[in-house]
C-alpha cells in the first residue's frame, strides 16, 4: 500500500514508525511531517486543512490509505470532503466524519450524546453569551470545585478547574464576553467536578466492531507535582494498573459498546480512533471527554505495546474489516516523557539547535515539534519538541530507559518533568 498520513507532531511520527514496520507499506508519505518523520517516510509540504492539495496528492500518487493524525482537519470535514469528491470517494481513509468528530468540536454535542446513549458522566449544562446570568445563578447552585469547558476546539488548553464561586464567576464572564478561548468559548459547558484517578482508554472502530488498544496515563500540567498551567501533554505511561480487567470490563460495557452503538444508531458515520477520557470514581468509570483521534503523548506509550500489524489494524477500520483483525498486546510497559521549549505553553523561542543521541535498545525518540534550519541542523520548532519512550519489563525499567535517553538530549532552554510515573511507582509500593 502507498500511504498517506496527516499531521506534524509525536503522535504522527509515532504512527509513521508503527506503519513502516508492516511489510504491507509500499511507501508513506507524510503531511507535513516533521524531521524526525522525514528519517523515515517521505515528507510532503502540504498542510492538514488544505483539502484540494490532499486530493490531489490522493491522485497524483496512487494513494491506497489516507491516515489522519490530528482533530482539526476532522472537524472541518475532510473526511466528507474526500468522499464527496468523484476522483477520491473510493480512497479509504481512517478517520471519522464530520459529524463523529463533532463529539470532539463540541463538548455540548458530545455531552448531549452521552446522555441519550446512558454513557456515565458528570452532570452539566451548556451557557451561551445571552445566558451569563443563568450561568452565574447555575455556578451558585453548584458545589465545589467546579469544571468549566470552552465547547469548541482549544487545543487542550479550554478546560478551568474553579476551586472557588468567585473564580467560577470570573472565569465564565472571561470565557464567554472577552472570548478567553475565542470562537471555541462561544458557548461553556460548566460540569460537575468528578474525583479519582484520570485515565486514557482508546477505541478503534469501523463503525460496527471495534478493538480495544491499551489504556494510558497521560500528565497533563507543565509543572512538577501536577502544578502550574495545562499543557497538551508531559508525559504518559502504560499499561495503568488502576485499570485492572473488571475496571476495564465495566468500561467495555458501560462506556465503549454504548458507544460505538450510540453512533450507528444515529447514524453518524465513524471509521476511525476514539480516545476516551476518563475518571476511575471508586471502581466505576465515567466520561470526562471523547476526543475523535489517538492521544499525543499517549499514542508515543500506547504503540509500542501493540505487536500485531499496525497497518493491518488502520486498513481493517477504514475498509470496514476491522473484526478481521486480531490485536496482540505486550504485557511490558511504556513510558513517554516529553521535553519542550522552555517557556511553553506560554511563549517561547525556537531555532535552538538539538543534540540527540541515537535510540538505544530499550528507548525510542520520537520528534513532534522539530525542524532542520538552513544549516541542516536539527532545531527546536514547537512548544512540545521530543517525546522520549522507554520500554522495559516493569515500570521502573521503563522509566529508567526514558529517563537516561532523555538527559543525551539538549538544546537550550529544554525542560522535562522529572517526575512522570512516580505517582504510580509509588501507588505500587
Given at each position: 500500500?502507498?500511504?498517506?498520513?496527516?499531521?506534524?507532531?509525536?503522535?504522527?511520527?509515532?504512527?509513521?514508525?508503527?506503519?513502516?514496520?508492516?511489510?504491507?507499506?509500499?511507501?508513506?508519505?507524510?503531511?507535513?511531517?516533521?524531521?524526525?518523520?522525514?528519517?523515515?517516510?517521505?515528507?510532503?509540504?502540504?498542510?492538514?486543512?488544505?483539502?484540494?492539495?490532499?486530493?490531489?496528492?490522493?491522485?497524483?500518487?496512487?494513494?491506497?490509505?489516507?491516515?489522519?493524525?490530528?482533530?482539526?482537519?476532522?472537524?472541518?470535514?475532510?473526511?466528507?470532503?474526500?468522499?464527496?469528491?468523484?476522483?477520491?470517494?473510493?480512497?479509504?481513509?481512517?478517520?471519522?466524519?464530520?459529524?463523529?468528530?463533532?463529539?470532539?468540536?463540541?463538548?455540548?454535542?458530545?455531552?448531549?450524546?452521552?446522555?441519550?446513549?446512558?454513557?456515565?458522566?458528570?452532570?452539566?449544562?451548556?451557557?451561551?453569551?445571552?445566558?451569563?446570568?443563568?450561568?452565574?445563578?447555575?455556578?451558585?447552585?453548584?458545589?465545589?470545585?467546579?469544571?468549566?469547558?470552552?465547547?469548541?476546539?482549544?487545543?487542550?488548553?479550554?478546560?478551568?478547574?474553579?476551586?472557588?464561586?468567585?473564580?467560577?464567576?470570573?472565569?465564565?464572564?472571561?470565557?464567554?464576553?472577552?472570548?478567553?478561548?475565542?470562537?471555541?468559548?462561544?458557548?461553556?459547558?460548566?460540569?460537575?467536578?468528578?474525583?479519582?484517578?484520570?485515565?486514557?482508554?482508546?477505541?478503534?472502530?469501523?463503525?460496527?466492531?471495534?478493538?480495544?488498544?491499551?489504556?494510558?496515563?497521560?500528565?497533563?500540567?507543565?509543572?512538577?507535582?501536577?502544578?502550574?498551567?495545562?499543557?497538551?501533554?508531559?508525559?504518559?505511561?502504560?499499561?495503568v494498573i488502576f485499570a485492572d480487567a473488571?475496571?476495564?470490563?465495566?468500561?467495555?460495557?458501560?462506556?465503549?459498546?454504548?458507544?460505538?452503538?450510540?453512533?450507528?444508531?444515529?447514524?453518524?458515520?465513524?471509521?476511525?480512533?476514539?480516545?476516551?477520557?476518563?475518571?476511575?470514581?471508586?471502581?466505576?468509570?465515567?466520561?470526562?471527554?471523547?476526543?475523535?483521534?489517538?492521544?499525543?503523548?499517549?499514542?508515543?506509550?500506547?504503540?509500542?505495546?501493540?505487536?500485531?500489524?499496525?497497518?493491518?489494524?488502520?486498513?481493517?477500520?477504514?475498509?470496514?474489516?476491522?473484526?478481521k483483525y486480531e490485536m496482540k498486546i505486550?504485557?511490558d510497559y511504556s513510558t513517554t516523557v516529553?521535553?519542550?521549549?522552555?517557556?511553553?505553553?506560554?511563549?517561547?523561542?525556537?531555532?535552538?539547535?538539538?543534540?540527540?543521541?541515537?535510540?538505544?535498545?530499550?528507548?525510542?525518540?520520537?520528534?513532534?515539534?522539530?525542524?532542520?534550519?538552513?544549516?541542516?541542523?536539527?532545531?527546536?520548532?514547537?512548544?512540545?519538541?521530543?517525546?522520549?519512550?522507554?520500554?522495559?519489563?516493569?515500570?521502573?525499567?521503563?522509566?529508567?530507559?526514558?529517563?537516561?535517553?532523555?538527559?543525551?538530549?539538549?538544546?537550550?532552554?529544554?525542560?522535562?518533568?522529572?517526575?512522570?510515573?512516580?505517582?504510580?511507582?509509588?501507588?505500587?509500593?
Amino acid at each position: 500500500m502507498n500511504i498517506l498520513l496527516l499531521g506534524s507532531g509525536g503522535r504522527e511520527h509515532a504512527f509513521a514508525w508503527k506503519i513502516v514496520q508492516s511489510s504491507d507499506c509500499t511507501q508513506l508519505f507524510i503531511a507535513p511531517g516533521n524531521a524526525g518523520t522525514a528519517e523515515i517516510a517521505t515528507n510532503v509540504s502540504i498542510s492538514v486543512t488544505d483539502f484540494e492539495g490532499i486530493r490531489d496528492f490522493i491522485n497524483s500518487n496512487n494513494i491506497d490509505l489516507v491516515v489522519v493524525g490530528p482533530e482539526e482537519p476532522l472537524v472541518k470535514g475532510l473526511v466528507d470532503y474526500l468522499q464527496n469528491e468523484l476522483s477520491t470517494a473510493k480512497t479509504p481513509v481512517v478517520g471519522p466524519s464530520q459529524l463523529g468528530a463533532t463529539l470532539e468540536g463540541s463538548k455540548d454535542f458530545s455531552k448531549r450524546f452521552m446522555q441519550r446513549n446512558n454513557i456515565p458522566t458528570a452532570a452539566y449544562e451548556t451557557f451561551n453569551p445571552d445566558q451569563i446570568e443563568a450561568g452565574i445563578v447555575y455556578l451558585k447552585k453548584q458545589k465545589l470545585p467546579i469544571v468549566l469547558k470552552a465547547d469548541g476546539l482549544a487545543a487542550g488548553k479550554g478546560v478551568l478547574i474553579c476551586l472557588t464561586l468567585e473564580e467560577a464567576i470570573s472565569s465564565l464572564k472571561e470565557m464567554l464576553l472577552d472570548q478567553k478561548f475565542g470562537e471555541a468559548s462561544s458557548k461553556v459547558v460548566i460540569e460537575e467536578f468528578l474525583t479519582g484517578i484520570e485515565l486514557s482508554v482508546f477505541v478503534a472502530t469501523d463503525g460496527k466492531s471495534y478493538k480495544i488498544l491499551p489504556e494510558a496515563k497521560d500528565y497533563k500540567r507543565i509543572g512538577e507535582g501536577d502544578t502550574g498551567l495545562n499543557t497538551g501533554g508531559m508525559g504518559a505511561i502504560s499499561p495503568v494498573i488502576f485499570a485492572d480487567a473488571a475496571f476495564m470490563k465495566k468500561v467495555e460495557e458501560r462506556v465503549v459498546i454504548p458507544t460505538v452503538e450510540g453512533l450507528a444508531k444515529e447514524n453518524i458515520p465513524y471509521k476511525g480512533f476514539l480516545f476516551i477520557g476518563l475518571m476511575n470514581n471508586e471502581g466505576d468509570p465515567f466520561v470526562i471527554e471523547y476526543n475523535v483521534r489517538m492521544g499525543d503523548p499517549e499514542t508515543e506509550a500506547v504503540l509500542p505495546r501493540i505487536e500485531s500489524d499496525f497497518l493491518g489494524l488502520l486498513h481493517g477500520i477504514a475498509t470496514g474489516t476491522l473484526d478481521k483483525y486480531e490485536m496482540k498486546i505486550s504485557p511490558d510497559y511504556s513510558t513517554t516523557v516529553v521535553m519542550v521549549s522552555g517557556g511553553y505553553p506560554g511563549s517561547y523561542e525556537k531555532g535552538f539547535p538539538i543534540s540527540l543521541p541515537k535510540s538505544s535498545e530499550g528507548s525510542e525518540i520520537f520528534h513532534a515539534g522539530t525542524t532542520r534550519n538552513s544549516k541542516g541542523e536539527l532545531v527546536n520548532q514547537g512548544g512540545r519538541v521530543i517525546a522520549v519512550t522507554g520500554k522495559g519489563k516493569t515500570l521502573n525499567e521503563a522509566l529508567t530507559n526514558a529517563f537516561e535517553t532523555v538527559k543525551g538530549i539538549n538544546w537550550e532552554k529544554a525542560y522535562y518533568r522529572k517526575d512522570i510515573g512516580q505517582d504510580i511507582l509509588n501507588l505500587m509500593k
